[in-house]
């Protein structure tokens, strides 16, 4: 074991990679072939292998779990398993992939954060399986957690895409605006509520109208950009900058112009530290 103040070329991936997904120690690569790699834990792997094999669209990662999408629409989920992460309807670990009961076909994205997992469907449907201790499956379900994927109430249909952090989750609607729900402490639902409680079932984020193209989730407050390029953030607007300064830290109860970002924006990242990068 040894750390590294540089970077390293990984081992038979110096071309042909589309993607990475990083899940606590252990790193992926999604390749131009279709197959998907990955090393580190827990297998303690120094180099990259296909243990995730080929056919593959998209690599998602929780805290330690991983799902797959498959060419072909399924969804397959492998590693921990304790609140159901891996949505075959039962908390047994598996070194494996395993099929997420119901969706063998007609998904179109998946979203993973903590040991939560949403997937939007072919029909614009939103579904989530795993940690419910706050609400983040979305069904109004007030179980511990979830272990098979569910209806998000209400988004049957109409979503462009979901994001999720590890206590809540966001959908952007294809008709404009954005729907939260779960954990609702820093007002990080948008609807003004700053209480730390289980919001169940989606709300509205206020003064959001616009389609949003991409959404930030973070620990203090979630953002939004829209289509017009702007970004809009709601809830604690700890270490928000003011032409230098910093503003005192208090709640932004709805969407919320972020300073100097009101154009020219594609997405926009939340960083530990709580600041924004555009």
């Known amino acids: 074991t040894m750390l590294r103040a540089s970077a390293v070329d990984a081992t038979g991936l110096t071309s042909g990679v589309l993607g990475l997904a990083l899940s606590g120690n252990t790193a992926f690569a999604r390749r131009t072939d279709g ?13 990259p292998s296909a243990v995730l094999g080929t056919g593959q669209s998209q690599v998602v990662t929780g805290d330690s779990h991983q799902c797959v999408l498959t060419s072909a629409g399924g969804v397959r989920c492998l590693g921990a398993n304790n609140r159901g992460q891996l949505g075959n309807g039962t908390i047994v670990y598996s070194a494996f992939l395993v099929d997420v009961t119901g969706l063998t076909s007609g998904v179109k994205s998946l979203f993973a954060s903590g040991s939560l997992t949403c997937a939007v469907t072919t029909s614009g449907g939103a579904k989530c399986w795993g940690e419910n201790a706050y609400g983040q499956l979305g069904s109004g379900s007030t179980a511990a957690y979830g ?29 404009g605006g954005t729907m939260c729900w779960g954990n609702s402490i820093y007002g990080h639902l948008g609807n003004g509520v700053t209480t730390n409680g289980a919001q169940r079932t989606p709300v509205t984020v206020d003064n959001l109208t616009d389609r949003v193209k991409s959404l930030a989730l973070g620990f203090y407050r979630a953002c939004g950009v829209t289509s017009a390029g702007g970004v809009q953030c709601w809830g604690y607007n700890y270490n928000i900058p003011y032409g230098g300064a910093f503003e005192l830290p208090t709640y932004w109860y709805s969407a919320t112009d972020y300073p100097g ?18």
């Open 147 to 175: 272990t098979v994927p569910v209806d998000v109430s209400g988004l049957t249909s109409g979503v462009d895409f979901v994001a999720t952090h590890p206590s809540y989750a966001c959908a952007a609607l294809s008709a």
């Open 35 to 47: 197959s998907t790699m990955m090393w580190g834990a827990p297998s303690a792997t120094p180099t």
């Open 261 to 278: 970002l009101t154009t020219g924006i594609a997405s926009c990242q939340i960083s530990s530290s709580a600041g924004i990068s555009g």
